[in-house]
T-cell receptor
Framework: RKEVEQDPGPFNVPEGATVAFNCTYS??????FFWYRQDCRKEPKLLMS???SGNEDGRFTAQLNRASQYISLLIRDSKLSDSATYLCVVSRTGRRALTFGSGTRLQVQP | NAGVMQNPRHLVRRRGQEARLRCSPMKGHSHVYWYRQLPEEGLKFMVY????????ESGMPKERFSAEFPKEGPSILRIQQVVRGDSAAYFC???????????????FGAGSRLTVL
């Protein structure tokens, strides 16, 4: 079983739609959680950290459920520029290296 | 602030040759990480280094791959006797030191794309 699992998609949604991605992690010792975004053939870029209380950054909302070991990302009012692959990322207690999920591809259509 | 610099951006090698990929971390960052991304796959951790020390190499293949981060100069990922399966994008990332806020947040370079013929 992969340490971080994501639905690969693609999610094809119209502009203005709300879309949600989920991610599950297997290691209960995971302590830090992030969403990164990767555009085609480019480097991953941090989208947002994920906190236990949930957090919001503009149109993006991230939630963490430690009991069920899953993380979610909600994107409201999708823009064409949101088209990318969204990577769920975790790190374990005592380990600096981040573990990446394989990503969920989002395609926002006009 | 130039960000994480990687070079070369593209590298073509024939089977059996050596590949050297270089990474200069962001100014003020003392930790370097190497990740590999095979076509249509996610990023896989390879190695984590501080200056002159390998901290975690649990993701490095046991043979042909090595990494260093010398006191002076960039971090280098070296692949000896390359094979076609080594063709991938190799991303370097850096982060601040242990005591800094955001120590777990990685900033990535643009990557080095290795093609083995």
């Amino acid at each position: 079983r992969k340490e971080v699992e994501q639905d690969p998609g693609p999610f094809n949604v119209p502009e203005g739609a709300t879309v949600a991605f989920n991610c599950t992690y297997s290691n209960s010792a995971s302590q830090s959680f992030f969403w990164y975004r990767q555009d085609c053939r480019k480097e991953p870029k941090l989208l947002m950290s994920v906190y236990s209380s949930g957090n919001e950054d503009g149109r993006f909302t991230a939630q963490l459920n430690r009991a069920s070991q899953y993380i979610s990302l909600l994107i409201r009012d999708s823009k064409l520029s949101d088209s990318a692959t969204y990577l769920c990322v975790v790190s374990r207690t005592g380990r600096r290296a981040l573990t990446f999920g394989s990503g969920t591809r989002l395609q926002v259509q006009p | 602030n130039a960000g994480v610099m990687q070079n070369p951006r593209h590298l073509v090698r024939r089977r059996g040759q050596e590949a050297r990929l270089r990474c200069s971390p962001m100014k003020g960052h003392s930790h370097v990480y190497w990740y590999r991304q095979l076509p249509e796959e996610g990023l896989k951790f390879m190695v984590y280094l501080q200056k002159e020390n390998i901290i975690d190499e649990s993701g490095m293949p046991k043979e042909r791959f090595s990494a260093e981060f010398p006191k002076e100069g960039p971090s280098i990922l070296r692949i000896q006797q390359v094979v076609r399966g080594d063709s991938a994008a190799y991303f370097c990332a850096s982060s601040p030191g242990r005591q800094s806020s955001g120590a777990n947040v990685l900033t990535f370079g643009a990557g080095s794309r290795l093609t083995v013929l």
